[in-house]
């Protein structure tokens, strides 16, 4: 049964693949207006489906909170849209006058759009419209417990597509999900790129697919609270954003670093706003339940409440509790809950300093957060700009929730639910990505300086022998305007109507005529030469511009066995009938 859903998976990975890029080669055409008409449609429908679609994603995965997939439905619907609505995709998109070089958008075909089971409905949403803002199709392939509110959230705004003039097949899901299906979509021959939002597994799969591709890595982030900071604010952010939707997003908080000169209120107002600290024996049972031996997450604590999990794990907290807080000593292997959580699970450390405090969020970026993102609240400018400086993150998010400024919501980052992590994770661009990142862009470039080799020897100050310069190449095909073998004088061949009469009069078919004297030939009549003329020499060679200029001028190229025909050139001549078998 499981190899028949596979071989199905399969078959509708590439029957979409296909029909999304047929789709694509009209809509590649389309006008940036009508793109524009219809990214926006997209947008509203999938906004005025926020609630319905937030509690479907609920309601299947288990995962988050209703309220807050509501809120992230309509970021990804409404501020996406708000930041890419007047952003150029079709035609030119930038000129750079003083450099004479403008830049022109092509969109690359086929977007593999992999969606996963944290943040399906937002997540689709914003693949969706970034595809096709840059003019692309997208196949989306779900994640299998996500397929019915991801495949609803397609048919939503593919509905809201068409209506607006989308070709049929733009935007398609896959109903039948496996992993080789998924497989298929990613490295099809017909799929351009790869936006892919998962897994570590999931993402080297995409990058292994032999397609270009986007991936993000894990987001192990750590939140620090510098001596100088506003504490009840740094608190009440890194508690906003760690139990916004039970930290599903890969951009939460998953420790709380802390100068031990201000620990204590940090702790005073960690407990006021939600944090339930563990003791030691909560610590442990929580690390068995919550962490696999494999160190990555249990899933059945992953986007679960904080009580929800302590209960699991054997304990009780107080009524209100929004995160639970576990002190720890170091990072790594040893310390089970210093992974990423994607829970309402909070490590918490402190330090003596600045100095200190960098440290400690570089071990935790290392241990499998690199490149994310890191948050710092500080009331210092300097030590936060330092943080910035010697972090390898790409996002550093000051005086904010690392959740929600990671993604551009509480931020100017550009609004996306795809971040990359550069090369610190393994990943091609550091950026949020954008439409921009799925067209390619062509560059028309005009001479701003001639090219003088003389010259350009002075000007960079070379003293070495030069070398005698080369002659002048020879053309070796016909020049327009050239006759019929550019080697032969002028009058190697008679003119037309002399030929002609000479065919005509040797058949008896035209008057008798005086005697023609050419010059330097007496009055005998014309030359042997000229009645017979000699034999037309092979060319060398026949480009494409040598055809053209002889079909301009009706003329035949003469060519032999030896002669190099380029490949554009043999297929033009013979459309044209052009060449002569000499």
């Not at 078959?11 to 793109?35: G, N």
């Not at 288990?62 to 890419?84: M, P």
């Not at 070089?101 to 943040?119: F, H, K, L």
């Not at 608190?235 to 916004?244: A, F």
Request: aromatic content about 6%; charged content about 25%; glycine content about 8%.
């Amino acid at each position: 049964m499981t190899r028949d859903n596979d071989l199905r998976s399969v078959q509708q990975a590439r029957d979409l693949v296909l029909a999304s890029r047929k789709a694509w080669e009209s809509y590649s055409h389309f006008t940036q207006e009508h793109v524009d008409r219809i990214v926006a449609a997209c947008a509203r429908a999938a906004s005025d489906a926020a609630s319905e679609l937030a509690k479907l994603a609920v309601d299947e995965t288990g995962y988050g909170v209703v309220e807050h997939k509501f809120i992230k439905n309509k970021f990804a619907s409404e501020d996406v849209h708000e930041f890419i609505r007047d952003m150029k995709t079709v035609g030119i998109i930038r000129e750079f006058p003083e450099r004479k070089v403008c830049e022109i958008a092509e969109p690359v075909g086929v977007v593999a759009a992999i969606i996963p089971s944290t943040n399906p409905t937002s997540t689709a949403i914003y693949k969706i419209l970034i595809s096709l803002k840059s003019r692309n199709g997208v196949v989306l392939s779900p994640h299998p417990s996500a397929k019915r509110c991801i495949l609803k959230t397609t048919e939503i705004m593919k509905k809201a597509a068409l209506d607006a003039g989308a070709p049929e097949g733009i935007v398609e899901c896959m109903s039948e999900v496996s992993l080789e299906g998924t497989r298929e979509l990613m490295s099809h021959r017909r799929t351009a790129v790869v936006l892919a939002t998962g897994g570590m597994g999931l993402v080297r799969a995409a990058y292994s697919s032999g397609k270009p591709a986007f991936g993000v890595g894990p987001g192990n982030v750590p939140a620090y609270i510098e001596s100088t900071a506003d504490v009840p604010k740094a608190v009440r952010d890194i508690i906003t954003g760690k139990s916004y939707d039970n930290g599903t997003l890969c951009c939460s908080e998953q420790a709380l670093i802390c100068d031990t000169s201000i620990q204590s209120r940090v702790r005073e107002e960690v407990t006021r706003q939600g944090g339930a600290f563990l003791n030691s024996e909560q610590a442990q049972t929580l690390a068995r339940v919550a962490v696999l031996p494999s160190r990555l997450a249990n899933p059945e604590i992953v986007g679960k409440s904080a009580r929800f999990i302590a209960e699991k794990a054997g304990f009780s907290v107080p009524e209100g509790t929004r995160v639970l807080v576990v002190e720890l000593d170091g990072v790594g292997r040893d310390y089970p809950l210093s992974i990423e959580k994607l829970s309402p699970i909070l490590a918490f450390y402190v330090v003596g300093d600045w100095q200190e405090g960098c440290e400690r969020a570089k071990q935790i970026l290392r241990y499998g957060g690199m490149g994310h993102t890191l948050s710092i609240h500080s009331g210092n400018d300097d030590v936060i700009r330092e943080f910035a400086l010697q972090k390898p993150a790409s996002r550093i998010v000051a005086n904010s929730p690392a959740t929600h400024g990671a993604v551009g919501f509480s931020t100017g980052l550009a609004p996306a639910m795809t971040l990359g992590c550069g090369s610190y994770g393994g990943n091609i661009t550091s950026d949020n990505i954008t439409p921009l990142h799925l067209i390619n862009v062509k560059r028309l470039a005009y001479e701003v300086r001639s090219v003088d080799i003389n010259a350009a020897l002075e000007a960079y100050g070379y003293r070495g022998e030069r070398t005698a310069p080369a002659s002048a190449p020879v053309a070796s095909g016909i020049a327009a305007g050239a006759s019929l073998v550019a080697s032969r004088s002028a009058d190697s061949l008679p003119p037309l109507e002399d030929r002609v009469s000479r065919f005509l009069d040797a058949r008896g078919l035209a008057p008798a005529k005086a005697d023609v004297s050419f010059e330097g030939e007496g009055t005998s009549g014309p030359s042997l030469e000229r009645i017979f003329p000699p034999a037309v020499n092979a060319l060398d060679f026949v480009s494409e511009d040598d055809v053209r200029s002889a079909v301009h001028d009706g003329r035949k190229l003469p060519v032999g066995s030896s002669t190099v025909i380029t490949p554009s050139a043999r297929e033009l001549g013979n459309e044209n009938n052009i060449f002569l078998r000499v």
